[in-house]
């Protein structure tokens, strides 16, 4: 299967992700939070960077838990509002 190239969307959405993560993270080290998630400290830093900009959804979730963060919260800061619908009228 052919990965679609990422969009200029998606890389945003990756750097946000990153920024809240790093964020949450304050003055606790990556290794700490490697340790507490499961992810690896290399992976941790590629993600809060911006260079994966679309993580596995359990990597997401490991370091959610691992920093206490609500995965609906953490989705929600990340993910721009849908575009509002047009309504037609027939």
Not at 55 to 84: C, I, K, M, N, Y
Request: hydrophobic share 45%; no cysteine; charged share 25%.
């Amino acid at each position: 299967m052919v990965r679609p190239p990422l969009t200029p969307e998606d890389r945003e959405r990756g750097a946000r992700l990153g920024a809240l993560l790093r964020e949450a993270r304050g003055t606790r080290s990556m290794a700490e939070i490697a340790v507490a998630s499961g992810v690896s400290v290399d992976a941790l830093r590629k993600i809060e960077a911006g260079r994966v900009p679309t993580p596995a959804l359990f990597t997401v979730a490991a370091l959610s838990t691992a920093l206490g963060l609500s995965l609906d919260a953490l989705v929600s800061e990340v993910q721009p509002p849908p575009a509002p619908a047009d309504r037609q009228v027939s």
